[in-house]
Nanobody, 123 residues
Framework: QVQLVESGGGLVQAGGSLRLSCAAS????????MGWFRQAPGKEREFVAA????????PYADSVKGRFTISRGNAKNTVYLQMNSLKPEDTAVYYC????????????????WGQGTQVTVSS
């Protein structure tokens, strides 16, 4: 069992930055690849970024490539999402999730989810 708790969301102006954190409980954190997804009102949940178990693979959605950076600290059981150059279209609830697979972009293959943290970017 893995429990995930996100933090770091908030209100920021366009062009600003936020750093999201996801703290995981349990001793098996390093056994999971970790992903960030987001869901805006009236839209489906979409993949944002993921990091493999080793940290060696970090795929991103095209919409955030070059602006967002995902990383993980296995010693701290934490995964981070550094978000720079934020745009109003980045406004959403952001979720972290854990998967044992390498199909990082498929939400249905994630075993555990956090409750989400709201990110609002004003224009």
């Amino acid at each position: 069992q893995v429990q995930l708790v996100e933090s770091g969301g908030g209100l920021v102006q366009a062009g600003g930055s936020l750093r999201l954190s996801c703290a995981a409980s349990g001793r098996t954190f390093s056994s999971y690849a970790m992903g960030w997804f987001r869901q805006a009102p009236g839209k489906e949940r979409e993949f944002v970024a993921a990091v493999s178990r080793s940290g060696g693979s970090t795929p991103y959605a095209d919409s955030v490539k070059g602006r967002f950076t995902i990383s993980r600290g296995n010693a701290k059981n934490t995964v981070y999402l550094q978000m720079n150059s934020l745009k109003p279209e980045d406004t959403a609830v952001y979720y972290c999730a854990a998967t044992r697979t390498s199909m990082f972009g498929i939400a249905g293959l994630y075993d555990y989810w956090g409750q989400g943290t709201q990110v609002t970017v004003s224009s």
